[in-house]
Nanobody, 125 residues
C-alpha cells in the first residue's frame, strides 16, 4: 500500500525552526513528485514546496522562499521540509503528498494522488 506519514510538527516560537519528515512506503521517490501543502483554519489549501521526481529540482512558494527548504533522502525514502525563521502565519496543518512527475509543474493540489494525514505546526509566543 502506498502511504505517506508526516512527523515533526509541534509548537514553536516565532523565529524558531522545525523539520518535518514525510516517510513514504509502497513506492519509490524516483517516480513521484512530492509536495508539501498547508491549510490553516478558514483558508484554502496552499502549496508550500515541492521536489521533482528526479530530486534535481525544487520550488517554494514566495511566502516561504528563503526560509523553507525541501529535500529528500532516497535511502530512507523520506522527504523533509526544513522550516526556519518561522512566523505565526506559518501556523497550519502541513500535508505531504505524492503525485506524478508532471505535478511539479502545477501550482494546484489536484494532481497529487496520495496524501498523508497531516501534522500540526503552531507558531506562537
Amino acid at each position: 500500500q502506498k502511504q505517506l506519514v508526516e512527523s515533526g510538527g509541534g509548537l514553536v516560537q516565532p523565529g524558531g525552526s522545525l523539520r518535518l519528515s514525510c516517510a513514504v512506503s509502497g513506492f519509490t521517490l524516483d517516480y513521484y513528485t512530492i509536495g508539501w501543502f498547508r491549510q490553516a483554519p478558514g483558508k484554502e489549501r496552499e502549496g508550500v514546496s515541492c521536489i521533482s521526481s528526479s530530486g534535481g529540482s525544487t520550488k517554494h512558494a514566495d511566502s516561504v522562499k528563503g526560509r523553507f527548504t525541501i529535500s529528500r533522502d532516497n535511502a530512507k525514502n523520506t522527504v523533509y521540509l526544513q522550516m526556519n525563521s518561522l512566523k505565526p502565519e506559518d501556523t497550519a496543518v502541513y500535508y505531504c503528498a505524492a503525485g506524478p512527475p508532471a505535478a511539479y509543474y502545477s501550482d494546484s493540489w489536484s494532481p497529487y494522488d496520495y496524501w498523508g494525514q497531516g501534522t500540526q505546526v503552531a507558531v506562537s509566543s
